[in-house]
């Protein structure tokens, strides 16, 4: 069974960094599209960011764009969320989710992604 494990959320002061990575387990994310969603306490889960199989292709929503990047490492074994200049709005739970269909570009829709991590917990303190 593939399972999704994010790491590296924690507390972080406003205008501080973290990094989140999303590893895979029982098989490799190399050739898959994989996406960032966020919810906060009482709101929806939203798009955050998201890549390609390849990494040639990311895609950021408007709120973090210019703060947020999304990479992953050349063996395409883990994906990578670099978080800069984080606000308190940014205080969600984050969960990678994986596309296993090999689409060209990656989706910002939650519903084209087949497997979901349980999340890191992200709190950014003003």
């Known amino acids: 069974q593939v399972q999704l494990v994010e790491s590296g959320g924690g507390l972080v002061q406003a205008g501080g960094s973290l990094r989140l990575s999303c590893a895979a387990s029982?098989?490799?994310?190399?050739?898959?599209?994989v996406g960032w969603f966020r919810q906060a306490l009482g709101k929806e889960r939203e798009f955050v960011a998201a890549i390609n199989w390849n990494g040639y292709t990311t895609y950021y929503s408007d709120s973090v764009k210019g703060r947020f990047t999304v990479s992953r490492d050349n063996a395409k074994t883990t994906v990578y969320l670099q978080m800069n200049s984080l606000k308190p709005d940014d205080t969600a739970v984050y969960h990678c989710a994986a596309d296993w269909s090999a689409r060209l570009f990656p989706s910002r829709l939650q519903s084209d992604y087949n497997t979901w991590g349980r999340g890191t917990q992200v709190t950014v303190s003003s």
């Open positions: 029982g098989r490799t994310l190399g050739r898959t599209a």
